[in-house]
């Protein structure tokens, strides 16, 4: 074994082996070919065990890798499986994983691009469907994983002054997912987990709050202009800031009555975590 290499460049000759989709002898070849630290062979770099040859020792990571990421996005993205189909979806990841290889240290991270990835692939049915149900399943996935945090107390939303409402920033919980669909992807999501009748494909507007709550995520339909409120309150401005922006977005106001049922539904759900003056 060649003692004077460097572990970065040992580390890119294993990677470009791990993550190849050739077959192992030729993964092999090709990365010493592109090694800055003339690898000759694999029998170079790595030792036989007192069972396995070089080449049989590297396989076992090199097939094991497209299986681990294969295993990682089935886990995030059942509904995208469940639509395409087993073999569909495991070429699928097999040609995302190429261009997007996994580049940290949690697989949780692994299928952010993936609804990008199925706008591009011109050889999907359905793209726009499925792109939105990937959008869809990968909020979910951020949903579950952000920090969790206690909603509002009545107790609080109580002792704000009826006069500083006009004043008050309401932060959401820091799982708070806003999503737009062109496409009935939600209704879907629940038909493969509920095991019920799909519904069509075609295209149908729906705008969705997503969050975690305790353990479970929860996804929660809103009005269009129910929406684009909770858009200016994520992002920090006052609710007259953003009450008065939602009426010349859509050149009426909210009634009070309207806002009541809102705000009622939405601290009963927890999507708030504070209100602040």
């Known amino acids: 074994m060649q003692s004077e290499g460097r572990l970065e460049d040992l580390q890119q000759w294993m990677q470009a082996v791990v993550v190849s989709r050739e077959e192992t002898e030729a993964a092999c070849a090709l990365a010493s070919a592109a090694s800055t630290e003339r690898i000759s062979s694999v029998e170079d770099v790595i030792l036989p065990s007192s069972t396995l040859a070089p080449a049989e020792r590297v396989a076992i990571y090199h097939r094991m890798y497209l299986l681990r990421m294969m295993e990682a996005l089935e886990s995030d993205f059942p509904c995208i499986e469940h639509f395409v189909g087993h073999g569909r979806f495991h070429k699928l990841v097999a040609d995302y994983v190429e261009v997007f290889p996994s580049r940290s240290y949690t697989l949780n991270r692994l299928g952010d691009h993936l609804p990008d990835f199925i706008q591009s692939d011109e050889s999907l049915r359905h793209r726009s469907f499925l792109y939105d149900l990937a959008r869809l399943e990968l909020a979910v996935t951020h949903a579950y994983d952000a920090s969790p945090a206690n909603p509002v107390t009545p107790e609080l939303i109580a002792a704000v002054p009826d006069d500083g409402w006009d004043r008050a920033r309401l932060r959401p919980v820091p799982s708070l997912q806003l999503m737009a669909f062109r496409y009935p992807v ?92």
């Open 186 to 277: 939600s209704e879907y999501l629940e038909s493969v987990q509920e095991d019920l009748e799909h519904p069509s494909t075609t295209r149908k507007d729906s705008w969705y709050a997503i969050y975690r709550r305790g353990l479970s995520v929860r996804r929660l339909e809103l009005s269009r202009r129910g929406f684009h409120l909770l858009l200016d309150l994520r992002e920090g401005k006052t609710l007259g800031e953003s009450l008065a922006r939602l009426a010349r977005k859509f050149r009426r106001g909210v009634s009070e009555d309207e806002l009541f049922s809102w705000f009622r539904d939405w601290t009963a759900n927890g999507i708030f975590s504070s209100v602040e003056i």
